[in-house]
C-alpha cells in the first residue's frame, strides 16, 4: 500500500475557510522542495483529481506545509507570514509589535507586549 501524506488546506477562496485535507502519495512528495510539494498539493487538491464534497484548492486558499503557510496566486504560491498585532514596547514607546510570528503561530518578542 502507498503511503500517504495528508495535507490541511484553508478553503478561504470558495470554502468558508474549511479545511480540505489533500492526500498524496508519500513517494512523489519525498524528495521535493517546497514549491514542488505545492505543485503536488495543488493537483491532488483539485476534484477532477482527488473528489472531495468541498471546492477544488483554488487562489486564494492556503496550505499548510511543515508549519508554514503558502497562498495559492495566480501566478503559483506566495508564503504567507504573520505577523503580531499586539501592542507592544518599541524603543522608547509604544506601537504594534509587528514581528513576524513563528510556526506556532507565536510572538518572538511577547515579553515586550503591554
Ligand atoms: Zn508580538
Redesign the pocket.
Known amino acids: 500500500m502507498t503511503e500517504i501524506v495528508e495535507i490541511e488546506v484553508e478553503l478561504l477562496a470558495f470554502g468558508n475557510g474549511e479545511i480540505r485535507i489533500v492526500e498524496v502519495p508519500f513517494d512523489e512528495f519525498n524528495d521535493t522542495n517546497d514549491w514542488d510539494k505545492l505543485e503536488l498539493i495543488f493537483r491532488y487538491g483539485q476534484n477532477d483529481f482527488q473528489s472531495r464534497q468541498q471546492p477544488s484548492v483554488s487562489v486564494g486558499d492556503v496550505i499548510r506545509l511543515n508549519g508554514k503557510r503558502f497562498q495559492v496566486v495566480s501566478s503559483g504560491f506566495e508564503r504567507k507570514e504573520e505577523r ?3 501592542n ?1 514596547r518599541i524603543g522608547t514607546g509604544t506601537g504594534m ?3 513576524i ?1 513563528n510556526a506556532h503561530g507565536q ?4 515579553s ?2 503591554l
Open positions: 503580531c498585532d499586539a507592544a509589535c509587528d514581528q510570528l510572538c518572538p518578542r511577547a515586550n507586549h
